[in-house]
């Protein structure tokens, strides 16, 4: 009892979001631990509580909260994890610190390859793994798919950061899933001998690298591009590239989410469970997927105006939960290329 107190209290410490009155504890309160920032994630719970009356305390972390979870066990006070990526999602399952819930509401809102086939997890916005390129330098339509980044003509011209990072790693994962071990291997192979320097940096590294020459196309999360056009510094950067949907025309742009889990021991798992539901509506997922230049994950809202505007998402309905079993596989295969060096 005593151990949780504590947790409790140091949850306090790194604050509660409500701007409503305290009165509000009386509908009683929720626990968050997200690794997503700040600014996204307190618009959705000032409006949550603002709905529910249910207080939202949140711990923010950028590493462990999933060994955080399974050190604190059952007397652990999170209800919720908010995260990125279907790898964190899945390092969840396989710490087996999530607990499957599935409600009428859940699994009509997110589309059945967006989430666990037992509710282990949901995924809340979807964010596209795009090929950016130079205005300059690249026609339109001179690349259109993933797996043209191989091709010869693109020798010394592509930049990307780390092969083993989880969103290249997710990337990968849907290759093998479409093409099998043995030809992604061949594409990936393909691509480090066609890229522009060793790979480094974020996605965003990888526009200003087009921008200032150092190559011509980069393969980057869609919502960067939003980003860097909405800041001075970066702006012109971004408006250096063309966007490319890969694989629009056929099976579909591979797109990564960022998600939700309930928790294993969560106390408090009725405002947890309406925390859940409250975020796949369409009211949250506006607020959600805005703010950070993403598509709502519910098929009903549609994306930002802006976001719009970049073309139209025809992602590949492959289930996230697919692209995660090929992780290793992924993390192997970048490994015996030697995609990173
Ligand atoms: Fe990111």
């Given at each position: 009892m005593?151990?949780?107190?504590?947790?409790?209290?140091?949850?306090?410490?790194?604050?509660?979001?409500?701007?409503?009155?305290?009165?509000?504890?009386?509908?009683?309160?929720?626990?968050?631990?997200?690794?997503?920032?700040?600014y996204?994630?307190?618009?959705?719970?000032?409006a949550?509580?603002e709905?529910?009356?249910?207080?939202?305390?949140?711990v923010?972390?950028?590493?462990?909260?999933?060994?955080?979870?399974?050190?604190e066990g059952?007397?652990?006070?999170a209800?919720?994890?908010?995260?990125?990526?279907i790898?964190?999602?899945?390092?969840?399952?396989?710490?087996?610190?999530?607990?499957?819930?599935t409600?009428?509401?859940l699994?009509?809102?997110?589309p059945e390859?967006l989430?666990?086939?037992?509710?282990?997890?949901y995924?809340?916005?979807?964010?596209?793994?795009?090929?950016?390129?130079?205005?300059?330098?690249?026609?339109?339509?001179?690349?259109?798919?993933?797996?043209?980044l191989?091709?010869?003509k693109?020798?010394?011209?592509?930049c990307t950061?780390?092969?083993k990072?989880p969103?290249n790693?997710?990337?990968?994962?849907?290759?093998?899933?479409?093409?099998?071990?043995a030809?992604t291997?061949?594409w990936?192979?393909?691509?480090?001998g066609?890229?522009?320097?060793?790979?480094?940096?974020?996605?965003?590294?990888q526009?200003?690298a087009?921008?200032?020459?150092?190559?011509?196309?980069?393969?980057?999360?869609?919502?960067?591009?939003?980003?860097m056009?909405?800041?001075?510094?970066?702006?012109?950067a971004?408006e250096?590239?063309?966007?490319?949907f890969?694989?629009a025309e056929?099976r579909?742009?591979h797109?990564?989410?960022?998600?939700m889990?309930l928790?294993?021991?969560?106390p408090?798992r009725?405002?947890?469970?309406?925390l859940?539901?409250?975020l796949?509506?369409?009211?949250?997922?506006h607020?959600?997927?805005?703010?950070?230049?993403?598509?709502?994950?519910n098929?009903?809202?549609?994306?930002?105006?802006?976001?719009?505007?970049?073309?139209?998402?025809n992602?590949?309905?492959?289930?996230?939960?697919?692209i995660?079993?090929n992780?290793?596989?992924?993390?192997?295969?970048?490994?015996?290329?030697?995609f990173?060096?």
């Amino acid at each position: 009892m005593k151990k949780r107190a504590s947790i409790l209290a140091s949850l306090a410490v790194l604050g509660s979001l409500t701007t409503a009155s305290t009165a509000a504890l009386a509908e009683g309160e929720v626990n968050i631990y997200s690794y997503r920032q700040p600014y996204l994630v307190e618009p959705l719970l000032e409006a949550f509580t603002e709905e529910t009356g249910i207080e939202a305390n949140v711990v923010f972390a950028k590493n462990g909260l999933a060994e955080r979870l399974q050190r604190e066990g059952r007397n652990s006070p999170a209800d919720i994890v908010l995260t990125v990526d279907i790898a964190r999602l899945n390092e969840l399952v396989e710490k087996d610190v999530t607990a499957p819930i599935t409600t009428p509401i859940l699994t009509q809102d997110i589309p059945e390859n967006l989430r666990h086939p037992e509710g282990l997890w949901y995924g809340l916005t979807t964010r596209a793994r795009l090929i950016f390129t130079s205005k300059d330098r690249v026609k339109e339509g001179e690349i259109t798919t993933y797996e043209e980044l191989a091709d010869d003509k693109w020798n010394g011209r592509i930049c990307t950061r780390s092969g083993k990072h989880p969103y290249n790693i997710a990337l990968i994962g849907s290759m093998i899933a479409h093409h099998g071990e043995a030809e992604t291997e061949k594409w990936l192979q393909g691509v480090k001998g066609n890229l522009a320097r060793k790979p480094q940096g974020g996605d965003r590294d990888q526009i200003k690298a087009i921008s200032e020459g150092v190559c011509d196309i980069a393969i980057g999360n869609s919502y960067y591009y939003g980003k860097m056009l909405d800041d001075k510094a970066e702006h012109a950067a971004a408006e250096s590239v063309n966007l490319v949907f890969p694989n629009a025309e056929g099976r579909g742009t591979h797109i990564n989410i960022s998600g939700m889990a309930l928790t294993k021991s969560a106390p408090n798992r009725d405002n947890a469970v309406k925390l859940m539901e409250f975020l796949t509506t369409e009211k949250a997922q506006h607020i959600y997927a805005e703010v950070n230049f993403e598509y709502p994950a519910n098929p009903e809202v549609a994306p930002s105006k802006v976001v719009a505007g970049w073309g139209e998402l025809n992602p590949d309905p492959l289930p996230l939960h697919d692209i995660a079993e090929n992780r290793e596989a992924a993390v192997k295969m970048v490994d015996r290329v030697n995609f990173d060096n």
